[in-house]
């Protein structure tokens, strides 16, 4: 029988809720939260990195040509890194 | 073999704490529990006991520390008492959520104020539903007897939840008695060394104490209750082992001289002694009088008072804490809901009494149950009442 990711049942809780796998917030997916999502227009980013410096959820990162993307799994859709972007490079679009 | 010795009760806990060999005691003194700490500290510091002392600059960090302790696998020890208890209300529920095993031994207090030290309930009756278990005791005897069940019932693996051993204030703290000390050699047999569920380690890696979201919230509280409820089987279970090793019984409600009794008191703590022979003396009068000590409050005794109470016409339940504006005291509030739509239930009087180290008599349990029996044909006006409050 494969694991099962999270408890649903009150009697599949440990006791205590205690957690036993290391590392296994990060399969819980916040992302899930999001109402709106960060769009990139690589023709106006210049790089300079305050998307990545700005977001809460840390979920920014640079790809391998020096352009930054967030990570859907994890973007709560705060729009920060959109406000913050001062080259206009992020636009905020409704989740669909 | 068990030796007998003359001492105050708080030392005598300190001592029966001692030979349970916990591995940290973190405390704040707060009268009237004060002396149960002080001598567990004398204990450590002359050797006897290898067990780290934390003195702690107040309550809150006490528990933090108990907490912290448990969370290690460590067996741990506190001891409180009213506005101490209160000052480490942010922990209490979040160690039984962790499910630590931790015993407190609170010396029961009145919740200021107006300031006082002096004996009542409320300290215990406002942490009635943190998710610890409690029990009360009626004498030094029972103090020491109860500490050590304690850490034997809250460590069980179907258990694991924290205690509070009640012992009133001053009337068993301060109590100079004389009580039977079991052997280390007794002790150690009884209660086997502590095994965590789990504890924290860096080559084990557990996280405690997570978050909860509204989509588990439910379920966690779920499997909270249930294992308060059947941490019962377990507490009957301990109480037997004890009654085999050292011959005392103990049982959820008590019962003295209740066969065939017209109407029953109930009573918690070490009002429990005083109300005995107020029993004693309205049967030699030729009264059909019983009393009920009720020894185990969470989880609840439900179908041991339920049983208590058969055939009984008048019940007198006695509380030594005011719930303001309630529908009547903590403890009769409770008795009502359990026996709300049971057939025959008997007539249900409350008196509050006792409060903040108001001396209780055996005078005043007589006039109590002759005002109860009077309840009986003429509805008493109040569900409850603040008893001998003058002007009233
Ligand atoms: S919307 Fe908020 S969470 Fe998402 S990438 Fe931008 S700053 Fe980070
Ligand atoms: S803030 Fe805007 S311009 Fe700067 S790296 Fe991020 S997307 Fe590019």
Same mark, same amino acid.
């Given at each position: 029988?494969?694991?099962?990711?999270?408890?649903?049942?009150?009697?599949?809780?440990?006791?205590?809720?205690?957690?036993?796998?290391?590392?296994?917030?990060?399969?819980?997916?916040?992302?899930?939260?999001?109402?709106?999502?960060?769009?990139? =227009?690589?023709?106006? $980013?210049?790089? %300079? *990195? &305050? !998307?990545?410096?700005? #977001?809460?959820?840390?979920?920014?990162?640079?790809?391998?040509?020096?352009?930054?993307?967030? =990570?859907?799994?994890? $973007?709560?859709? %705060? *729009? &920060? !890194?959109?406000?913050? #972007?001062?080259?206009?490079?992020?636009?905020?679009?409704?989740?669909? | 073999?068990?030796?007998?010795?003359?001492?105050?009760?708080?030392?005598?806990?300190?001592?029966?704490?001692?030979?349970?060999?916990?591995?940290?005691?973190?405390?704040?003194?707060?009268?009237?529990?004060?002396?149960?700490?002080?001598?567990?500290?004398?204990?450590?510091?002359?050797?006897?006991?290898?067990?780290?002392?934390?003195?702690?600059?107040?309550?809150?960090?006490?528990?933090?520390?108990?907490?912290?302790?448990?969370?290690?696998?460590?067996?741990?020890?506190?001891?409180?008492?009213?506005?101490?208890?209160?000052?480490?209300?942010?922990?209490?529920?979040?160690?039984?959520?962790?499910?630590?095993?931790?015993?407190?031994?609170l010396?029961?207090?009145?919740?200021s104020?107006?300031?006082?030290?002096?004996?009542?309930?409320?300290?215990?009756?406002?942490?009635?539903?943190?998710g610890?278990?409690?029990?009360?005791?009626?004498?030094?005897?029972?103090?020491?007897d109860?500490?050590?069940?304690?850490?034997?019932?809250?460590?069980?693996?179907?258990?694991?939840?924290?205690?509070?051993?009640?012992?009133?204030?001053?009337?068993?703290?301060?109590?100079?008695?004389?009580?039977?000390?079991?052997?280390?050699?007794?002790?150690?047999?009884?209660?086997?060394?502590?095994?965590p569920?789990?504890?924290?380690?860096?080559?084990?890696?557990?996280?405690?104490?997570?978050?909860?979201?509204?989509?588990?919230?439910?379920?966690?509280?779920?499997?909270?209750?249930?294992?308060?409820?059947?941490?019962?089987?377990?507490?009957?279970?301990?109480?037997?082992?004890?009654?085999?090793?050292?011959?005392?019984?103990?049982?959820?409600?008590?019962?003295?001289?209740?066969?065939g009794?017209?109407?029953?008191?109930?009573?918690?703590?070490?009002?429990?002694?005083?109300?005995?022979?107020?029993?004693?003396?309205?049967?030699?009068?030729g009264?059909?009088?019983?009393?009920?000590?009720?020894?185990l409050?969470?989880?609840?005794?439900?179908?041991?008072?339920?049983?208590?109470?058969?055939?009984?016409?008048?019940?007198?339940?006695?509380?030594?804490?005011?719930?303001?504006?309630?529908?009547?005291?903590?403890?009769?509030?409770?008795?009502?809901?359990?026996?709300?739509?049971?057939?025959?239930?008997?007539?249900?009087?409350?008196?509050?009494?006792?409060?903040?180290?108001?001396?209780?008599?055996?005078?005043?349990?007589?006039?109590?149950?002759?005002?109860?029996?009077?309840?009986?044909?003429?509805?008493?006006e109040?569900?409850?009442?603040?008893?001998?409050a003058?002007?009233?």
């Amino acid at each position: 029988m494969a694991d099962k990711k999270w408890p649903e049942t009150w009697q599949e809780l440990t006791p205590g809720g205690m957690v036993f796998r290391p590392g296994s917030t990060m399969g819980y997916h916040t992302g899930s939260w999001r109402a709106e999502k960060p769009v990139y =227009d690589n023709s106006k $980013c210049i790089k %300079c *990195g &305050i !998307c990545y410096i700005f #977001c809460p959820e840390a979920c920014v990162s640079q790809d391998a040509d020096g352009y930054f993307m967030a =990570d859907m799994d994890y $973007c709560k859709g %705060c *729009g &920060i !890194c959109a406000h913050e #972007c001062w080259p206009g490079a992020i636009t905020m679009i409704e989740e669909g | 073999m068990a030796k007998l010795a003359g001492m105050e009760i708080a030392f005598a806990a300190a001592e029966a704490v001692a030979l349970c060999r916990p591995d940290v005691i973190a405390a704040y003194p707060i009268t009237p529990n004060t002396h149960i700490p002080e001598h567990l500290s004398d204990i450590v510091a002359e050797g006897r006991l290898d067990a780290e002392f934390i003195c702690t600059e107040s309550e809150h960090s006490a528990m933090s520390a108990c907490c912290g302790a448990s969370g290690t696998g460590a067996r741990a020890f506190t001891a409180s008492s009213s506005q101490g208890l209160l000052y480490m209300g942010e922990i209490i529920p979040i160690v039984s959520a962790m499910r630590f095993p931790i015993v407190m031994a609170l010396g029961n207090r009145a919740n200021s104020g107006p300031i006082n030290i002096w004996n009542d309930h409320s300290d215990i009756m406002s942490q009635r539903d943190m998710g610890w278990m409690a029990i009360f005791a009626a004498n030094g005897q029972e103090v020491v007897d109860m500490m050590i069940q304690a850490f034997k019932i809250a460590e069980h693996r179907d258990v694991m939840l924290p205690i509070f051993v009640n012992l009133d204030g001053f009337q068993l703290t301060h109590m100079v008695e004389p009580i039977f000390f079991p052997t280390q050699a007794q002790v150690d047999k009884f209660l086997p060394e502590y095994k965590p569920y789990a504890a924290l380690h860096p080559d084990n890696v557990v996280s405690m104490g997570s978050l909860g979201m509204p989509d588990i919230f439910n379920e966690f509280k779920k499997a909270q209750d249930e294992a308060m409820i059947n941490s019962k089987k377990v507490i009957l279970e301990v109480w037997k082992d004890w009654e085999k090793a050292f011959g005392r019984k103990y049982e959820p409600v008590m019962s003295y001289k209740t066969k065939g009794a017209d109407v029953l008191l109930l009573t918690m703590g070490s009002m429990t002694e005083t109300a005995s022979v107020a029993v004693d003396e309205m049967r030699e009068k030729g009264m059909s009088v019983g009393l009920l000590d009720m020894k185990l409050w969470r989880p609840f005794p439900s179908e041991e008072l339920k049983k208590a109470v058969k055939g009984a016409k008048v019940l007198v339940v006695m509380d030594r804490a005011v719930s303001y504006g309630g529908p009547a005291g903590p403890v009769c509030a409770e008795v009502k809901s359990l026996l709300y739509g049971e057939p025959n239930a008997p007539v249900i009087t409350n008196y509050i009494i006792g409060l903040g180290g108001r001396d209780v008599t055996v005078e005043d349990f007589v006039k109590m149950t002759e005002k109860s029996i009077k309840a009986k044909k003429e509805k008493p006006e109040k569900a409850y009442e603040i008893y001998g409050a003058r002007g009233s």
